[in-house]
């Protein structure tokens, strides 16, 4: 499935940095059923030049030696004179992965060699610790995102109403027709395959069925404050809180949840407090919640807690790569859904919805006590919610914040 023109920021950065002379490896992280793998077939169309691409993704995960064996393909065809790009797809598959690249990298540079190197990983955790542990200063990141409003609007002409519902999985949208065909996709290729290829497969997780039930409510509490204490009450193993905070952790790695912080003055108080927890894509809430799109238009609370989750998660995933981290607020009763800050820059973002009955106390009481911070209201007397959605997040601080 082709990319719409405007996706095609990553394809052009790509292409970009490829045609520079030899200096870094490109890293492209994000979740499965993106398109990175389409954009990097579409860079190595671009650059009409000499390209191996090799993927990890097979049965059983390959053995470090398949990366040198790729390597050395890549490396027979710069004997040409001219240079070569490789491409390592879900190279986070590979045991010591990062160790082997670093060796091979290392030894093309000293002798000259102009390999220039691309790897995929759909496991951003997993790529980000090898990337850290031994790859200091020869990498740089490119992040690919669950696909925007702005992007399924353009290619597949939805509405507002039916992106909040089929949310931005490309390789599902001709499914939408066929509801159930649609959400036993993105139940079975996406979820499961996200869940025991990415995280059980490559991760030291004891309690799987924990970690699956810890999913499950995630995406039944998307928009809410859990602390850790509740959810041991509702979960049939429950285990304990470092073991819950170590499976969300491995989660946010896959690219299907995150959970934010509460925003406070004192980083330690923020790191110590009870996440607010969103879903990342909100086809992960409805396909697996056996409700029809009716259904979840028709009951108001539902919806509201829909519309929530998808500003949280277009402004989480827009936020990537820009310096910008997102929060909550909460003070006694008052409560504010989202807190972005850059720099000394904060940015209050209150989204009225069925759920907030278009009370804004809590952005009142922010800008109380943040008297410099700047309040967004989405919805209501606000900006309107499909505004909200087809801009990414800097836009807001450009328009804003002086």
Same mark, same amino acid.
């Given at each position: ?24 490896? #490109?890293?492209? !992280?994000? +979740? ?9 077939? #579409? ?11 090799? !993927? %990890?993704?097979?049965?059983?995960? +390959? ?10 393909? %890549? ?15 879900e190279v986070q598959k590979v045991a010591r992965w990062s160790e082997v690249l670093k060796n091979l990298w290392d030894e093309d540079t000293l002798q000259e060699r102009d390999v220039r190197v /691309? ?15 031994? &790859? ?8 690919? !995102? ?13 509405t507002m109403e039916e992106y909040l519902y089929f949310g931005g999985y490309p390789g599902a949208a001709p499914l939408k027709d066929e509801p159930l065909r649609w959400a036993q996709y993105i *139940?079975?290729? &996406? ?16 309690? +799987? ?15 809410? /404050? ?55 894509? !909100?086809?992960?809430?409805? %396909? ?13 609370? *539902? ?9 949280? %998660?277009?402004? /989480?995933?827009?936020? &990537? ?38 009370? /804004? ?5 922010f800008k109380q006590k943040f008297p410099k911070a700047q309040l967004l209201l989405v919805g209501g007397d606000g900006i309107p919610l499909e505004e909200l959605l087809q801009r990414d997040i ?9």
């Amino acid at each position: 499935m082709p990319f719409p023109d405007f996706k095609r920021d990553i394809v052009q950065q790509l292409l970009k940095r490829i045609r520079e002379p030899r200096r870094l490896i #490109q890293v492209v !992280t994000g +979740p499965r059923q993106v398109g990175k793998t389409t954009a990097v077939h #579409q860079v190595l169309e671009a650059w009409q030049g000499l390209a191996h691409y090799a !993927t %990890a993704d097979l049965p059983a995960p +390959p053995q470090p030696v398949w990366i040198e064996q790729q390597w050395n393909t %890549a490396r027979t065809r710069v004997d040409s004179g001219q240079p070569v790009v490789l491409v390592l797809d879900e190279v986070q598959k590979v045991a010591r992965w990062s160790e082997v690249l670093k060796n091979l990298w290392d030894e093309d540079t000293l002798q000259e060699r102009d390999v220039r190197v /691309i790897i995929l990983g759909s496991s951003s955790l997993l790529v980000q610790a090898g990337l850290t542990e031994s &790859l200091a200063g020869r990498f740089e990141i490119l992040h690919a !995102t669950h696909w925007t409003f702005a992007e399924c609007q353009k290619c597949f002409g939805w509405t507002m109403e039916e992106y909040l519902y089929f949310g931005g999985y490309p390789g599902a949208a001709p499914l939408k027709d066929e509801p159930l065909r649609w959400a036993q996709y993105i *139940r079975e290729v &996406l979820i499961e395959t996200t869940l025991s290829k990415d995280v059980l497969m490559l991760n030291r997780v004891d309690k +799987p069925a924990l970690l699956r039930q810890l999913f499950m409510l995630a995406t039944e509490y998307s928009g809410q /404050i859990i602390s850790y204490q509740k959810l041991l009450g509702q979960l049939q193993d429950a285990g304990n809180t470092t073991t819950l905070a170590h499976y969300q952790h491995l989660l946010e790695g896959a690219g299907l949840i995150k959970g934010i912080p509460k925003w406070h003055g004192k980083v330690l108080k923020r790191r110590a407090s009870s996440p607010k927890w969103i879903v990342l894509n !909100t086809a992960l809430m409805t %396909a697996i919640s056996g409700l029809d799109f009716s259904r979840w238009r028709q009951e108001s609370s *539902r919806w509201g807690r829909l519309v929530e989750t998808a500003v949280g %998660a277009h402004l /989480i995933n827009s936020a &990537l790569g820009t310096g910008i981290d997102v929060y909550y607020w909460r003070d006694r009763n008052r409560e504010v859904d989202l807190v972005l800050q850059r720099a000394d820059q904060l940015l209050a973002v209150e989204v009225k919805s069925g759920l907030t009955k278009g009370r /804004i106390e809590g952005l009142n009481a922010f800008k109380q006590k943040f008297p410099k911070a700047q309040l967004l209201l989405v919805g209501g007397d606000g900006i309107p919610l499909e505004e909200l959605l087809q801009r990414d997040i800097k836009h807001w601080f450009e328009k804003l914040i002086p």
